[in-house]
């Protein structure tokens, strides 16, 4: 399929809805500008301290085992460096633009975009403890949530004018970057020292591709559910 308006016209303005960073909604501004207070936060505190918020906020799949699934919740604000936090913050103002309008508009709109997002991240995690259901380790970001973000992003198309869609998975683009971003993340697990990683530590790369598949699946049915006029008008 391709980035065609879905019925024919001789209008010369049928392309798809790229929103401008700078012409983003509120909310694309709002989260990652709390992501990065929440962390400026965590970092003005001692070491001793920081590390007693990791390790009871912090995602553990052990504690996670114990029935402490508020953790689910807690450590997608919690994130292990600057450039961590700063990487999120990006990413997420780069791809809530679109789900944030696709959602609607006011209070209503902002809560079904929050629980969209909210959602990614725990089923993220969830998916992430799974798979390494003995760990100790912490896990720390919103990098679950925001790959959910990215990959609901994938499939909204909108046509001024038109009705918006949900692009369907066999889309030449969704495949695109479904591979790319599931190709790098399972590079990323076998590379020893990223980004400053320390010894011990690492790239939730599995939670990253959770948050995305499930992202990409979830965003029709989630419109579908709280703001079923995007599909009437846009």
């Not at 699934?69 to 936090?85: A, C």
């Not at 380790?137 to 909108?158: D, T, Y």
């Not at 004018?161 to 949900?166: E, N, S």
Request: glycine content about 10%; some cysteine; aromatic content about 12%.
């Amino acid at each position: 399929m391709t980035d065609e308006p879905p019925f024919r016209s001789d209008r010369q303005d049928e392309t798809p809805g790229r929103e401008p960073v700078f012409n983003a909604p509120l909310l694309s501004f709002l989260l990652p500008a709390l992501l990065i207070a929440i962390y400026a936060f965590q970092a003005s505190l001692s070491p001793y301290i920081q590390d007693q918020l990791v390790e009871s906020f912090g995602l553990k799949p052990v504690l996670l085992r114990q029935g402490d699934v508020e953790l689910l919740v807690t450590h997608l604000f919690l994130h292990g460096s600057w450039m961590h936090v700063l990487a999120n913050s990006a990413f997420c103002l780069a791809f809530s633009a679109p789900v944030v309008r696709a959602c609607g508009r006011g209070p209503v709109g902002a809560l079904a975009f929050l629980g969209f997002y909210l959602l990614c991240g725990i089923v993220a995690g969830l998916g992430d403890s799974l798979l390494n259901w003995t760990s100790s380790v912490p896990i720390l970001g919103a990098s679950g949530a925001v790959s959910g973000l990215m990959g609901a992003a994938m499939r909204i198309r909108v046509w001024p004018g038109y009705p918006g869609m949900i692009a369907p998975l066999r889309d030449s683009r969704v495949i695109g970057m479904t591979v790319f971003w599931c190709g790098v993340n399972v590079a990323a697990a076998f590379v020893p020292m990223v980004m400053g990683v320390a010894q011990g530590q690492g790239i939730a790369w599995q939670a990253h591709i959770v948050g995305y598949l499930f992202g990409l699946l979830l965003i029709g049915p989630w419109l579908r559910l709280v703001n079923p006029r995007f599909f009437t008008t846009s």
